[in-house]
């Protein structure tokens, strides 16, 4: 970072005293400016939007909102503002989720200024080059709200996750995909299957590259790097992103590094769709955890009835809110007795999409290597794949303007 362009900092802490002692800490480095101070999550979202630090230096505990979920929404008004936690405890929990969200750094208070102040650099140096690429790069993507009025917002995460295996999550990932991907609002499909996953054989592509090519160096990452590893779909435009080509290799993808891969893909595309394994991995659980919204298939067994409604159970003890899960039932018979109303009713999450039983016109795509929704977009499964695509268009313009009422109260 050049020496005469100052690191602009906002202290966020409930303790008075607190903020004033970091403050001192960092009068005397000529490269860091305090631009601001606050006592609250409330108020750090509001000054954070006002002020535009490069670094916020925030405290993990206060009485309106953790610094957790202040860092979350700071990071989707200012994605390249860096965020460094402080907590009086070096909780594992705590760290694993605050970088999930976006932070870069934690530290156990009171850090040593010498431990500050070289996180403040790091971090300075990030939102600088992160600043830098945003002002060069278009906007990841236009989605068109319920009144038909342009929203311009950061890219999205979806994840398709049953934890059933064999519901057709990859089916749905893949024609999903397809069905977003537009020159407005290019998408990108990750495999997240990383022992046996099969994005790629969905579009009969061979294997270069993959997630392994750009986990490592996630703390590097450009739009450009991201775009030469991704597998450039031809027909459609899409850009995939395929799973290690080697079940041995699957160990070496890290959860936290996957997770930060996903969050700076919303700076590349408007929609990052990701399949992922029905077991809870770490790196299943790293893309759960960062998604903005989550495709939840069930079939009409009762297997994959009862472990959905075992992951909602999980999801509503673990702070997934029930407005970011979208309920779809896949292969749908109307033969067998089980309704997608009953379902909805007694898992008390509504399913949203019903896509219909089709085995050999599915099957025969799968097997030739081209999705169904290049083939036939007029199929009754394309249809309502569409739909899905349709509302989880509507869902995350529904989100994005939620953002701030929640943050309000």
Known sequence: MPVQEKIRVLIVDDIAETRENIRRLLQFDPEIEVVGAAKSGKEAIDLSAQLKPDVVIMDINM???????????????????????????????YMQRAMRVGARDFL????????LTAAIHHAGVTAHEERIRAAQALPPGVIPGAAGVPLTFQGKVIVVYSPKGGTGCTMIATNLALALQSPETPTALVDGNMLYGDVAIFFNEQVKNSVLD??????????????????????????????????????KVISDQFAKLLQFMRQVYAFTIVDTASYLTDITQAALEVADLI????????????????????????????????FVM?????????????????????????????ERAVGNSINRGQPLFIENKAHLVCKSIMALAELTRNRVVKLEMEIEPMIKK
């Open 63 to 93: 009485p309106d909102m953790d610094g957790i979920t202040a860092t979350e929404a700071i990071r989707r008004k200012i994605p390249y503002a860096q965020v460094v936690i402080l907590s009086v405890q070096s909780d594992a929990h």
């Open 108 to 115: 156990t208070k009171p850090p040593s200024i010498d431990e």
């Open 214 to 251: 750009l986990t490592p160096r996630v703390e590097e990452l450009d739009a450009d790097v991201v775009k030469e590893v991704m597998i450039d779909h031809a027909a459609s435009g899409l850009h995939i992103l395929a799973a290690p080509p080697k079940p041995e290799l699957a160990v």
């Open 295 to 326: 495709v939840l298939v069930t079939t009409q067994d009762i297997p994959a009835i009862k472990n959905a409604n075992t992951f909602l159970t999980m999801a509503d003890a673990t702070g997934i809110p029930r407005n970011r899960i979208l």
């Open 330 to 358: 896949n292969r749908y018979d109307r033969r067998i007795t089980i309704a997608p109303e009953s379902v909805s009713k007694s898992l008390r999450q509504e399913i949203v999409a019903v896509i219909p039983f089709d």
